[in-house]
Structures are given as C-alpha cells and as structure tokens.
C-alpha cells in the first residue's frame, strides 16, 4: 500500500485515518521488436517493410518481449489494533491485470512477418519458443505496521490475494523446424507444440474461467540518517484454470505437397492476421484436442533496494534490482535519484538496464496537493520513447491519492 512511500516523501501529518488511491500503468520492453511496430501490430495498424527492417537489425539467436497493464482501487484504514494483537493499518484493493511475454527465434519473426519465400532449401529454426498471456482480476486484503526499535525504524506489510482467470492463452515449443523445397512445391514441419488456452467461449470482463490464490509482502528498515533497506516479493501465486481449457500437444512431422507453399505464411505488410487454435494452420496438425484444468504461476516480482540520504530530506539516492520470475525476464537493475523542492514537490530520475531490454532512463513527477492530496506520474522509459523509429520499450504510470 502507499502509506509507507508518501509519509516517507511527504508531510502528510497525524489525524488522517483513511486514504483512498486509485492508479494505473503500463509498460512495454524488448530486445528486439522496436515499440513502434508493436504499437502498430497490438492496435493492428499497417506495418511496412522499414518498421520490420528496423527489428531484423536487432534480432539474435533467441529475443524477447513483455508488455503488463495494471489498474487497481485501494482502501486504506489505520487501526488502534489488528485482529487485537498490534497497531497498524488493513487495506483492501481490487485489481485488474493483463501481462503477457514471449521468447521467440530470429527465424520464427521473418517468417512471421515476411513470410517464408526467404527460406527456400533452408531450414528455420523455430524454437525454442514460448508466448504467453492472460488477464484476470485480484482481490487482495493486507496489513501494514510500523515501528521503532534500536533506533532503527521498521516498516512490514502483507497482503493475501484471490485471483480470478479471465482469459489465458500459451504455445510453448522447446524445437520446432521448418523447410521450405527449393521449388516451393512442398513443406516439411516438425513440430513439437504445446498449446494451451481458457474457454473461448466466454473471455470478456466478468468472466470465470480461473481462480487462485497469491501473497505479497515488503520490509523497509531505515537507520537513524533515514538511510534505508527496502525489500519486497509482489503476487507469488497461481491460477487454476477450469476444465472447460483446451490443451493441445502436438509432436509430429508433417508434409504439405501439392500448394505453392512459397508465401504460406506471408501476412504482407497491412493488417496483423491472428493464428488461433482454430485456424486453418493449426488444425492440421491438431490429432489430440482435450479439455482439462491446469495450474500456471504468475508472475512474480522481487525487488531489493538501498536509500542513502545524500541531502537528509532534500536530495536521494536509491540503488536496486528486481527480478520477474516465470516470465522469461533478466535481472533489472537501477539507480535513482530523488530530488525535493518546495516541500511538497519531487522529481525523480531514473537509469536502468535489463529486465526485457537494455539501458533506458526514466523520469517521475510527485506531488502533495493541498493538505491531503497526493498525485504521482512518470514513465522507467523515457529514453526509448523519446526515440520513436527505434526505441524498445515504452509505459507510463499515474497514481492518486486521497487521506481523510
């Protein structure tokens, strides 16, 4: 919850007992495809052949991609004792979240995105390879304490989390190939797929189609300079999704004889074309198709961080790194510098690398309104975006709050 970073910022004072803070972001980072061609391809706008020319200077062996929105309410109350053991504060949030990420080969993007006429007699690699994604809602109730000891400060929160699936799709290929005959007269495809996707029947807002459980937790300790440790472990959890998924394993070698198999997967340079589990492609392959309920890990956030006062109250530095396990992510490591003015105002910025992509720098903007307002907004990739044809990631984050 946020009473910990505004208090820490602020002069926010004793006698308020409620806050009420509502807030969104996301974020979009790669080492490869450019954030104007996924701008393009998300929104389904017209890709031509520099967008793609762009992303195939920066291709390797292996590349990735990750794009999160978040959006949740929070209703905070300080208490005279929790559950009748200690003095704290409970807060409860409604969440919305939507991630999804993707490991995928130099190969598998040209021919996604050219098409296959480049790789007559040549085999491409497409695997390995994994995207996934999914949107669900979270429900979360957690608990804050403060506290003095040794002239340190202590400063611990929890939450617990309900999660409900709405929708989720996977393909998951640790080595697939395709050749393409010289001719064009034929394909050979040796496929080993997993795909795996929650009841398409029913995927829009409201609907049931998972339900799981998560924690969150963090520890603040400041010294008596205001010097501080901070470490956190945000949504280590799962979701159930029902039977009504489909999962559908495929390990075979095919043939297509007898077409022009030259620019069979050729999507030209206008509008992005889904290939679902549905899809003319991948009912060839599909011999095994079954409903059944499977258990898959969010994503999990973990960050560590060290505040050091340069100007007590005036001037801060902060050194961290956060790691996002079961996403496919690389270490993200950061340094940022907080500067206060005016008593009531902060810009922060920021320099980092890895995590998706490479180096970026950011900025942020906080801001006490009146007595009792609190506004915040800024972007981790201020850089990138700044460079329109070839930046790799992009985002953006705004929060508000209210305490009474």
């Known amino acids: 919850m946020a009473l910990y970073s505004?208090?820490?910022?602020?002069?926010?004072?004793?006698?308020?007992k409620y806050v009420y803070k509502i807030d969104a972001d996301y974020s979009y980072s790669s080492d490869a495809i450019t954030g104007r061609l996924a701008k393009e391809y998300f929104r389904k706008g017209?890709?031509?052949?520099?967008?793609?020319?762009?992303?195939?200077?920066?291709?390797?062996?292996?590349?990735?991609?990750s794009g999160e929105f978040n959006s949740s309410i929070t209703i905070g109350q300080n208490l005279d004792t929790i559950f009748g053991l200690l003095k704290?504060?409970?807060?409860?949030?409604?969440?919305?979240?939507?991630?999804?990420?993707?490991?995928?080969?130099?190969?598998?993007?040209?021919?996604?995105?050219?098409?296959?006429?480049?790789?007559a007699d040549k085999v491409a690699e497409l695997g390995p390879f994994q995207l996934k994604s999914y949107t669900y809602q979270q429900f979360s109730y957690g608990i804050?304490?403060?506290?003095?000891?040794?002239?340190?400060?202590?400063?611990?929160?929890?939450?617990?989390?309900?999660n409900i699936g709405q929708k989720y799709s996977s393909y998951d290929s640790p080595a697939s190939t395709l050749y393409t005959a010289s001719d064009g007269s034929y394909l050979d495809v040796d496929l080993d797929l997993l795909i795996r996707t929650s009841d398409s029947a029913q995927s829009s807002l409201g609907s049931f189609n998972g339900y799981g459980f998560s924690g969150s937790g963090m520890l603040v300790i400041k010294d008596e300079d205001q010097n501080a440790w901070a470490f956190s472990a945000d949504n280590f959890g799962y979701i159930r999704w029902t039977k009504e998924s489909a999962q559908i394993p495929v390990d075979s070698v095919f043939r297509f004889e007898g077409i022009d198999a030259t620019d069979i997967f050729d999507f030209?340079?206008?509008i992005r074309k889904e290939i679902t589990s549905d899809s003319a492609y991948i009912q060839s392959f599909v011999t095994d198709r079954r409903k059944k309920a499977f258990n898959d890990m969010?994503?999990?956030?973990?960050?560590?961080?060290?505040?050091?006062?340069?100007?007590?109250?005036?001037?801060?530095?902060?050194?961290?790194?956060?790691?996002?396990?079961?996403s496919g992510a690389g270490l993200r490591g950061y340094s940022r510098l907080k500067y206060n003015f005016k008593r009531k105002h902060q810009l922060a910025l920021t320099a980092s690398y890895g995590g998706y992509t490479f180096w970026n720098l950011g900025i942020a903007y906080n801001a006490q309104l009146g007595r009792s307002w609190v506004f915040g907004t800024g972007t981790d990739y201020l850089s990138a975006m700044l460079n329109s044809r070839k930046g790799l990631a992009s985002g953006a984050f705004v929060t508000l709050e209210k305490y009474f």
């Not at 967008?51 to 200077?57: G, Q, T």
């Not at 490991?103 to 006429?117: A, Q, S, V």
């Not at 006062?309 to 079961?326: D, R």
Request: charged share 20%.
């Open 6 to 16: 505004v208090t820490e910022l602020f002069s926010i004072g004793s006698g308020f």
């Open 46 to 65: 017209f890709i031509n052949n520099s967008m793609k020319d762009e992303v195939s200077k920066n291709l390797s062996t292996i590349n990735k991609f």
């Open 88 to 119: 704290g504060s409970s807060f409860i949030r409604l969440s919305n979240r939507s991630f999804i990420h993707s490991n995928f080969t130099k190969d598998l993007f040209e021919l996604y995105f050219r098409g296959n006429k480049n790789y």
């Open 144 to 162: 804050e304490r403060h506290h003095q000891k040794n002239k340190k400060s202590y400063f611990w929160s929890a939450a617990f989390s309900v």
């Open 268 to 270: 030209s340079d206008t």
């Open 298 to 326: 969010l994503p999990l956030h973990l960050s560590a961080s060290y505040s050091a006062q340069v100007m007590p109250g005036k001037l801060v530095l902060m050194i961290g790194a956060e790691q996002i396990l079961f």
